[in-house]
């Protein structure tokens, strides 16, 4: 079998290597070598190296993933927010507008109601009567709605402040 002169990547030392080895302890200091071969040449590289690259490729494979995470997470905020505050208006205060428009909505049409009972047509109250609980009904899905997408947000916001943390955290190891 051939053997390989190769030189230790952290001592200097002069090492023979088997030809197909791939892996070798300094026998002066005990590094932990792997033997690497180019067309041209055979150089070692110490193991505790390569692993150390590995953990910061990992590391930055983290901080990308993070990055990911908050751009997806800004993507979904921004698709939620465009439909809601065109129908509701934004939070609570949208919600509030619109609870009180449909509270005035059914304030007028139980008024209605009470004109057309003593006039006399009965029958006819029922249609403002209906349309006054379904403005009463709007009124409470506008304010839950409002109160809904303030919490969304703020649920948003957490998160979001949660994974810059942890990018900071990443970026200073
Ligand atoms: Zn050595």
Redesign the pocket.
């Known amino acids: 079998m051939e053997t390989l002169s190769v030189r ?6 002069p ?1 023979q290597v088997a030809e197909n080895t791939r892996f070798v302890t ?6 932990s ?1 792997e033997v690497k071969r180019t067309d041209s040449s055979v150089f070692t590289e110490e193991v505790a190296k390569i692993a150390e690259n590995t953990g910061k490729m990992a590391g930055s494979l983290e901080v990308i993933t993070v990055q990911n995470e908050i751009e997806k997470l800004d993507r979904e905020m921004g698709l939620q927010q465009l439909p809601t505050s065109a129908k509701k208006g934004s939070g609570v205060a949208g919600g509030i507008v619109g609870a009180a428009f449909g509270i005035f909505f059914a304030v007028v049409c139980f008024l209605m109601a009470s004109g057309f009972s003593s006039a006399g047509a009965g029958m006819f109250t029922i249609v403002p009567v209906g349309m006054g609980i379904f403005g009463l009904v709007m009124a409470g899905a506008a304010l839950i709605g409002g109160v809904n997408h303030e919490a969304d947000r703020s649920k948003y916001q957490e998160r979001r402040e949660e994974l810059e943390r942890k990018l900071e955290a990443l970026k200073q190891k």
């Open positions: 230790c990547n952290h001592c200097g030392a090492l300094c026998q002066f200091c005990q590094s070598l």
